[in-house]
């Protein structure tokens, strides 16, 4: 009797693990981690869940962990679900804490009513035959495919498309997957040219043409240098150079794909503006640079010598802070190169106002700017506009494994191998990356809202204070 009992016992427990088994792996296709690791991916959700309760005598705090801290992480996770970011009984940040932002609200705060949406701004308006207006202040910066997964970018296309928001191809060119959502697209030429190079790697004039007649790509970016690796190209381990990544960058497959610390035919400010014009005429569509700030001589040689031909400026710059992200880096360059976003990015507002080009060109920014508070900030120093790269990874699920250059990234976001890839549903996520983006951009705005201003547009930096000094990231 007994012997049947405990039989049955066992049986029971094996149907029920069978049946969450099936559930996780083949029918549910909200998270990725159950559908890579059925059952056990669950005791993330379980600790998750218990954290809030045990944190304080086993775990880190919340505002501890890095690059990201939980609270951080926290926000992105449940704006991307739909799910009330609004919190209880209290703020986890630390007023008094030096670096600690905040924002001066207005007596008079401006009513629902009488807010004023966001109505975009020009990119190469009167310079280029198809200028480009983006609909939303915050957008997602460049990530290739190859670095991220196919799926990833699938999902990053669609959910851009649904909050009209552009997207950055990232220096590894154009796939299908990025076309597929039919949003707007901010094309990268890396130093490597992937996708517009030539054999020997020169800018093949034909293959660009090709790229700007998608009347999706909206405009072009040179990459100069990123924050996570400034003086270094990009860098693709062989093993996640398959086939069709191989073809979409024109290099062999199965090789390491490594971009040149430099363009080939940048040497000084004449070339770099030389550049800038020649694509700008085979595109006839806007383009701009990206880089990360390195010594202040050279941004006041560069704005000095644009102020003299504000026709061949680039129509945007986006600035890339030292905190900003990477598929892979030297840990010397990411840890101690390169300046931060928060001396940066003030300083080159300043600099354009200084020569005169604050009207000629569009200032981007990136680096950490991933929750309402830094996006507003960046606003009040100065940004048109703010590009994230990890919070639209966040809204695609990654858990900040740091395994992105391995190919075995859990959460298929990063690994383009079919056994983690498969976790990732396009569908469901792409919902993630349009709830992630507009969760920005109406928090953003309520923050706007509270300092007195309309609109967002209206932020500045008299809106905005630090704790002594630096702000934190
Ligand atoms: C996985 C990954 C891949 C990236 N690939 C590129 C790239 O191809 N080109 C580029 O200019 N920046 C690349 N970046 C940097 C981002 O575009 C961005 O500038 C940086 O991460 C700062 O934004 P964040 O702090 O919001 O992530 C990459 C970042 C990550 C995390």
Redesign the pocket.
Known sequence: MVGYLFAAVVLLAAGTMGWYYIYDRWIQRDHAIRRNFPIYGRFRYIMENLGEYFRQYWFTADWEER?FNRLTRAWVYRSAKGVSNYIAFGSEVDAQQPGHIYFLHSAFPVNDEEAEDYTGKWIGRGIVKHPFKPKSFFNI????Y???SSAAVTALSEGAAMAGIWM?????GLSPYHLKGQCDICF?I?TAKYGVRDQDGNLDEAKLRRIADYEQVRMF?I?L????KPGRG?ILPATKVTEEIAGIRGIPAGKPSNSPSRHHDITDIPTLVALINRVRRVTEKPVGI?MAVGSYEFIDEFFGYLQQRPDEAPDFI?I??A??????APAPLADYVGQS?VQSLPYVAQRLRDYNLRNRIRLVA?????TPDKVAWAICMGADFV???????FSLGCIQAMK?NTGHCPTG??SNDPRFMRGLDPARKSVRVANYARAVQHDVEAIAHACGCKSVRDLKGQHVRVNGGDLMM
């Open positions: 690059p910066s460049g990530m290739s190859g670095a991220l950055d191809t990232g220096e590894g990268q890396g970016c990459k240098s990123q924050g996570a990009g990206k986006q890339d802070g905190e900003g992200g990477t598929g892979a976003i990136s680096g950490k700017l991933l590009v994230s790269a990890r919070g639209f990874m992105c976001v990063t």
